[in-house]
């Protein structure tokens, strides 16, 4: 997973932040959520004009899903700098991300940029992938991040393409950007699922 690979940085950078937050890891897990279902919603309001351009829901949306990812990312640093973490947080924080998931990319399917089925198959895909990684700690096969699009991945793509195409509102090659964003995870989120799959599989082999 390509953003996977500056985990440590943007821990780093994130870090002062976390230093200064006397606040429950819990806490901000959930303005992650309300962030990712402002986003949510943004992408679902988000319409191309008659005039050709793009709505600015689109721009608010990609915000909110930064803010939602900044978030995500401080509840887990704060909860090892306070030694709170836990397994019962691990649970929450991994839940929470599907329900984020689900409401982005729901936004997005339900919206009238993306059609409906791609945006399905988008989620369905995200879904997939997140599962193989979770499963994998499930059967004692330690947690997999291998593969392309992984979370990180994901909240890059839905921050920088809804601002592209609010300025870049033409169709290419008959698609608008975000139906290829929408088609991207639906294919290459299901590939790499299954390569997590083959590797949690050859990883069962040795036990």
Sequence with gaps: MVSDNYRELGTRLLMPIAKRLQINPTILSLISLLSACGAG???????LLESGAADYSLLIAGILVFVAAVFDALDGIVARMTGTASKRGDLIDHTLDRVADILI??????????EERVGVVALLGVLLL?????QAQ???AGRVYEGVL???DRLV???LV???????YEP????????????????????SAGYRFSIIWKELENQ
């Design 130 to 134: 997140s599962y193989m990684g979770t």
């Design 172 to 191: 290419f090659y008959d698609l608008y950007i975000m139906e290829w964003m929408a088609y991207g995870f639906g294919i290459i989120c299901t590939a």
């Design 162 to 168: 809804p601002m592209i195409q609010y300025f870049v």
């Design 138 to 140: 499930a059967v004692g």
């Design 105 to 114: 990319l729901g936004g997005i399917s339900l919206g009238p940029i993306v």
């Design 150 to 152: 992984g979370r990180a």
């Design 157 to 159: 793509i839905l921050t």
């Design 41 to 47: 919603f943004f992408f679902y309001k988000a319409e």
